[in-house]
């Protein structure tokens, strides 16, 4: 769910737009947890706050468009510091946690949308390029990553991982294409092997 954000008549528009989910800073890397309602964002968030990383804001995060390619996304006052988890209700994070675990504004890195999937879907999804995509969020296209919801999965886990990846992507490192161009370098000295003497 997203709505634009209200402008004094006065100003200039500003490109402003509020959207439902949870805002981490992990690895440094400002992240946008997305789903449905109940799919788990919150107790995911709260892993990963257990896990030293931050929270920006819980339920509406407010992103302002800050150049061309920079989308800052900040917390509004009234929910600053909590974060609402089914079945414990509202938790004031900074009380439970510190100060440290607390950042009041982030540029957007990546979005994280969590989707629950039937395993004969799930069986679908490319496993060497992952579920991957963009996601216009103003004037900008944000990295996405889709992560199927099944029971045993670690989602914080897999969050830190797909962090992790997006840096070496943004560094010029993409895993898929190293292993398929390793298999067809393999493919082709055991073609050689059997085939001596031919090019």
């Known amino acids: 769910m997203e709505k634009k954000a209200q402008n004094s008549p006065d100003s ?5 737009i509020i959207i439902h989910g949870v805002f981490l800073d992990v690895h440094g890397l400002g992240v946008l947890v997305t789903g449905d309602s109940g799919v788990g964002k919150s107790e995911l968030a ?7 990383h931050c929270l920006i804001a819980d339920d509406a995060i407010e992103f302002s468009q800050q150049g061309p390619e ?3 996304g900040t917390c509004p006052d009234a929910l600053r510091d909590f974060l609402e988890v089914r079945g414990l209700g509202v938790l004031n994070i900074r009380a439970m946690y510190g ?5 009041n504004s982030k540029d957007l890195s990546l979005i994280v949308h969590l989707e629950r999937m039937a395993p004969e879907k799930i069986q679908q999804v490319d496993r060497l390029k992952g579920c991957y995509g963009k996601r216009q969020i103003l004037d900008a296209e944000i990295h996405m990553v889709t992560l199927p919801v099944a029971s045993g999965r670690n989602l914080a886990v897999l969050v830190e991982a797909a962090v992790r990846h997006h840096i070496l992507l943004r560094k010029g490192y993409n895993a898929s294409d190293e292993f398929i161009s390793r298999q067809q370098h393999l493919i082709q000295q055991q073609h050689k092997q059997q085939n001596p003497g031919k090019e």
Not at 12 to 16: C, F, G, M, S, V
């Open 12 to 16: 200039e528009p500003a490109k402003k």
């Open 99 to 103: 100060d440290g675990v607390i950042k």
């Open 46 to 52: 709260l892993e990963l706050i257990s896990r030293s």
């Open 70 to 72: 920079e989308i800052r």
